[in-house]
């Protein structure tokens, strides 16, 4: 069986490209390599952006560069004979879609409709990565307190809640899009495609900077001794899902292939605070974190718990590795890099 991953040399690319490799497919990326996040996110070792890349090239794994906002680079790969086509590719985060809204747009609508004509024109099935965000923060007005964390009442959020509340970010508005379009191309054209809305992803090769990917940016920073930044309250949660999980439901999504919208993320059982967080990584690693609180970000969503239960009876996916075996392998995997990190501000 073939695999195409665009986005194969970010971090849920990466890690999916190795995942499929062990199912025994065979696999072929596809990346821009950009470096617009990684500029601003304070790395200086040029060798950070390519690493990923030469970890594919050692496992023997093809890599295309090109972008899937070039129509006719993508529609040459139609002569190619792929069974599955997972889209990591993306502009991922909010701050910066607030930034260059036109990048975001192009990137995550028009690029994503290049993604989903392949698999139409292949008739194949197309994975497509949404985001929790699309709910919206109207999610913040009805929270509780604890002394670590925030709480919500229900505990976990499913699929019919309403979308779109409170402010709206270009990166809602293109996350959106991009559901629809997927929609769009089962009812009008049959293709099987699945929607993620992924909670905050963790787990090695996530090098992870101010805008996103906060789990390895606190281990990153904390290991190098830097300052952490946390916007808003501490008391934030996120049903944290480590990414072989993640590159599990794709597999499941191939197997099963129920095409829709799935609430993607650890579950109850996964919900943790940043500030949970952040002891159990200074416990582990025995660095006392500096914290700098900075007031809420626009667009910020302070609570977030996927209710799991439709992937769990649609595509039998569940996750498996709990927040402290996740974390400890997240750690792991920095220490044995820090060189990646050297020079970060
Ligand atoms: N990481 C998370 O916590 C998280 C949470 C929710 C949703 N998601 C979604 O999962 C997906 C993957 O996220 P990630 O964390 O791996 O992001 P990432 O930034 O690590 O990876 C994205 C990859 O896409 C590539 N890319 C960007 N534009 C491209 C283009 N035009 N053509 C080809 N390649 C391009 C980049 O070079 C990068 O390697 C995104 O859609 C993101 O919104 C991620």
């Known amino acids: 069986m073939k695999v195409l991953i665009t986005g194969g040399c970010g971090f849920l690319g990466v890690n999916t490209c190795e995942y499929f490799q062990n199912l025994g497919w065979n696999v072929t990326a596809l ?42 680079f993508m529609k040459k790969l139609k002569s190619k004979d792929f069974d ?32 989903l004509e392949l698999g139409r024109r292949l008739d194949i099935p197309v994975t497509l990565c949404s985001s929790i965000h699309v709910y919206g923060n ?19 959020i499913d699929e019919n809640e309403p979308i779109l509340t409170g402010d709206i970010t270009p990166l809602h508005v293109s996350k959106r899009a991009m559901e629809l379009y997927g929609l769009c191309y089962t009812n009008t054209y049959g293709l099987k495609v699945g929607i993620f809305r992924f909670t905050g992803l963790y787990g090695p090769m996530q090098l992870a900077g101010a805008h996103h990917g906060w789990v390895s940016n606190f281990i990153i920073r904390t290991l190098l001794h830097l300052p952490i930044t946390i916007f808003g309250s501490d008391k934030q949660v996120r ?40 002891s159990f990584i200074a416990q582990t690693t025995g660095v006392k974190q500096e914290i700098i609180l900075k007031p809420a970000r626009f667009g910020d969503l302070h609570y977030f718990v996927c209710n799991i239960d439709k992937a769990k009876s649609q595509l ?19 220490k044995k890099h820090l060189d990646l990190f050297e020079g970060m501000k």
Not at 84 to 98: D, E, F, V
Not at 258 to 270: A, C, F, H, K, R
């Open 31 to 72: 990346d821009n390599l950009t470096t617009y996040e990684m500029n601003k996110s304070g790395y200086k070792n040029p060798e950070a952006r390519v690493y990923t890349y030469n970890y594919l090239k050692t496992l023997g794994i093809d890599v295309l560069i090109g972008d899937i906002r070039n129509e006719q």
């Open 84 to 115: 599955y086509i997972i889209n990591c590719a993306a502009q991922p985060t909010m701050t910066l879609a607030i930034e260059n809204p036109v990048l975001d747009m192009q990137v995550n609508i028009a690029g994503v409709i290049n993604v």
């Open 138 to 156: 109207k999610l913040n007005q009805n929270l509780k307190e604890t002394e670590t964390r925030f709480m919500s009442v229900p505990e976990s």
């Open 239 to 278: 049903d944290i899902l480590y990414v072989t999980d993640a590159s599990r439901v794709f597999q499941k999504f191939y197997e099963h292939s129920v095409p829709g919208i799935y609430n993607t993320g650890g579950g109850i059982e996964s919900a943790v605070s940043l500030g949970e967080t952040l």
């Open 316 to 334: 039998y996916w569940e996750p498996l590795v709990k927040p402290t075996e996740g974390l400890t392998l997240t750690m792991n995997w920095i």
